[in-house]
């Protein structure tokens, strides 16, 4: 099987071969059992979404988006499948998220009003975030929101309480969540870190033992690092490393890095005003994040230090800081523009100091790479993390999530969010610290699992968690043929064939026209088309002259023909697209 295959196998995996969501054989199911089903994130990085059920009531735990990938070209994002979220939208009595990070809310704004318009549950800062971005959908429903703090607890329904306590991430309130059900108390970390000081001691331990003392039943784990081993940085170490870098900047410091780590973006500024630096924000979803923690007290700016992008000109370049998007390489973003020389106001310099404070993302290595060769072609001074401490991640490495689970003492884990060879690496850590394989429960998008006050069964049952992809206005539309052409089109390139024929007999009035498109250079391989345009002629040929062309028809003998031919002549399969014009 093919990477493609095994790729493709994963996006639809529930989903039979006529697009239906027709579902497996249903098995008994137990009524004083509670369901939890994740619909995302657990087969990728994003997309993060499951529920738990408990006879006609729904609780669902984050609706967030994936961004797109190699395997789906021209999507702008995935989303889950609530398909049985919408069968059941009576049903759901909550929507809980939380933080506000967009793999785990941005969906909320297309699948909402699917699941019946719910209410949801968030901290202000997370809802903050969404209402901002919920006034792009004006065809959405208004949103129903309780605002949530630290300590709140809330009754969801008749057999559903949650509880939310603060996690260190890179976002302001961050929280985890315990839900109190019929069978036990259930805790969702969410996205999650434990914070160092700069001496190595975890901080702010005391929420794990009071959680072990509210005896646990299934603890559902952050697992993006748990195969790296040891701690994550101290973020007290980053701010050092970045004080550090500011106070020798001789020039302008342009600082990426991702819009969401709002918690990082607010230090930086506070660093630049203790130099006397003015802070300038290029990209407009980091600009919006840092409104938001203005406007909620986060950001405290009474010195004016920050100042608009256009007005950098007026300050010393060693009294400027400029804040960006684009460390991923993204052809539109903020650094990239500036890079390529097509931002209109920021041009680089060669005594600018250029600091990436972020990570790489999986699979944007090349990409990455590139920009940093193309900085460093401009700049005498640039810094990533593999160079010195600027970045620290928001999820917890190995030994964090080891100390965690010694501390919870559940009696089941669940590892999420991540792909599978991260999540496996969390069973490893629960057998170091006493659990066993049995009390480790890995599970797929999908899959449904019962729990009691003793057991976690995961069922033979699934419910639809394939890929939705959102491409421009249409949402759901773009299926597994639309995007294998894409893949196609963009692989092997593509043959357009135009014959104009007699309606009554087929036969050929002119010679057939040829376009090629990432396919071959026509006027290099003049053997090629005129090997086509007799094969052409062949075809039409022996078409019987006592009857109509059928156009349909004659697509499918000019594909087959043309397609032999070509995979014989190239060893490529391009798509052939027979073009008939009837006279």
């Known amino acids: 099987m093919s990477f493609g295959q095994i790729r493709k196998v994963k996006h639809f995996r529930n989903l039979p071969a006529d697009g239906t969501s027709e579902r497996a054989p249903r098995t008994p199911r137990d009524e004083s059992a509670v369901r939890f089903v994740p619909l995302g994130g657990l087969e990728e990085i994003g997309r993060n979404c499951s529920f738990f059920e408990y006879k006609n009531e729904i609780v669902v735990m984050d609706v967030g988006i994936q961004f797109p990938e190699e395997e789906t070209p021209g999507v702008d994002y995935i989303i889950p499948n609530v398909t049985y979220l919408e069968e059941h939208k009576q049903n759901v009595k909550a929507i809980i998220l939380t933080h506000g990070h967009y793999d785990h809310i941005a969906a909320i704004h297309y699948l909402v009003e699917k699941m019946g318009n719910p209410v949801v549950y968030a901290s202000e800062f997370t809802r903050a975030i969404v209402e901002r971005r919920h006034t792009e959908f004006p065809n959405a429903p208004k949103l ?21 306590f603060a996690v260190e991430h890179t976002i302001p309130q961050a929280y985890g969540v315990v839900l109190e059900t019929p069978v036990g108390n259930m805790v969702n970390f969410g996205d999650f870190r434990l914070d160092y000081t700069e001496a190595g001691e975890p901080r702010h331990l005391e929420i794990f033992d009071t959680l072990r003392a509210r005896s646990i039943h299934t603890a559902f784990m952050d697992s993006t690092n748990a195969e790296f081993s040891g701690h994550v940085p101290s973020e007290e170490t980053v701010e050092k490393n970045l004080d550090m870098l500011i106070a020798a900047a001789k020039g302008r410091i342009i600082i990426a890095a991702f819009a969401s780590l709002v918690d990082r973006l607010i230090e930086v500024i506070r660093i630049a005003d203790k130099h006397g630096r003015k802070v300038a924000v290029n990209g407009r979803s980091m600009k919006d994040n840092l409104e938001i923690a203005k406007n909620l007290g986060y950001l405290k700016d009474n010195k004016g230090v920050m100042v608009p992008l256009e007005d950098i000109g007026k300050y010393k370049d060693d009294k400027v800081l400029i804040l960006t998007t684009g460390t991923q390489g993204e052809s539109n973003a903020g650094l990239m523009r500036i890079v390529n020389g097509e931002h209109k106001i920021v041009r680089l310099k060669q005594s600018d100091t250029v600091v990436f404070s972020s990570s790489v993302v999986p699979g944007n290595e090349r990409s990455v790479q590139a920009l940093q060769d193309n900085i460093a072609r401009q700049v005498d001074e640039l810094y990533n993390s593999k160079l010195l401490d600027i970045h620290a991640s928001g999820h917890c490495h190995g030994d964090d999530l080891k100390l965690v689970l010694s501390l919870v003492k559940p009696k089941f884990v669940v590892p999420i969010h991540g792909y ?164």
């Open 420 to 583: 599978y060879f991260k999540r496996k690496a969390l069973v490893k850590l629960a057998d170091a610290v006493g659990m066993t394989r049995n009390q480790v429960k890995m599970m797929d998008n999908g899959q449904i699992a019962e729990l009691t006050k003793d057991t976690f069964t995961i069922t033979g049952d699934t419910v639809p968690a394939f890929y939705v992809m959102v491409d421009g206005l249409g949402v759901g539309d773009v299926e597994e043929i639309v995007l294998r052409d894409r893949r196609s089109l963009s692989q092997e390139g593509m043959i357009v064939v135009i014959a104009t024929v007699d309606r009554h007999n087929g036969r050929l009035l002119k010679n057939p026209d040829i376009i090629s498109r990432g396919f071959i250079l026509m006027k290099d391989n003049q053997d090629i088309l005129d090997e086509i345009r007799k094969r052409l002629r062949n075809v039409m040929a022996g078409l019987p002259s006592y009857r109509e062309v059928e156009p349909d028809y004659l697509k499918t003998l000019i594909r087959d023909q043309l397609g032999a031919f070509l995979y014989n002549k190239t060893r490529r399969r391009p798509m052939i697209l027979p073009v008939i014009i009837e006279i």
């Open 144 to 164: 129903k929101f309780i605002t949530v703090k630290e300590g709140s607890r809330e009754r969801l329904s008749e057999h559903f309480t949650a509880e939310f």
